[in-house]
Each structure stands twice: as structure tokens, then as C-alpha cells.
């Protein structure tokens, strides 16, 4: 007789796998690259947020247009920004959560089929 694991140590055990294993490939990166830290500027911010919400396999408890949100209230408490520019990612938060709930409403007009 087998035992089934609980889901929630499952997925636990699952995401602590991932954890180390992205871990172990940021270091190798930081071997590769002598140490020096990469500099973060706003194009890599951007590339960030465009995949927010899809940058992991498990299911997540936000969607996309809440974590825009969540990231747009967030903004305020950062105090360095380094090389990006504050300015800009806020306009393109602001964008990207309009787009979103656009594309939501046009859905919702949309005719039910059943």
C-alpha cells in the first residue's frame, strides 16, 4: 500500500526543488561572470513585468492585472531605483493594467454561448 503525500508538502517540496536549483544557477552565474554583479536597468525591469505572473510553473494565487496592481502600490515604498527609471516602468504598469481591463470588459460584452 502506497502512501499519497499531502498536496500542500507536495508542492512545498516542490517549489523548495525549484528554490535550490535556481539557487545553484544564479551562483554558477555569478562564477561565470567573476562575481560582478550586473548592473539592473529599466529595460530589464520592463522585461520583468511583462512576464509577471508567468515566470513560474506553479499555479499562482494572483493573476496578472492584480500583481500589476500590487507592484503599482508597492512603487511608492522604493526608495532606490539605481539605473531605472522610475517614471517610465510606472507609465508602462499604468498601460499594461488599462490594456488588461479593457481586454476584461470587451470580454464581458461578449454573448455567452452556451
Known sequence: MTK???????QARALERERIRQRANHEKEMKRRKGRYPIWTTDDELKYLRKIGSHT???MPFTKLQLLEKYLITMENR???GHIESEKVKSYVQKSIRLIQDKQYRESLKPKVK
Open 4 to 10: 499519497k503525500m499531502n498536496p500542500e508538502l507536495k
Open 57 to 59: 510553473i506553479y499555479s
Open 79 to 81: 526608495v532606490y531605483w
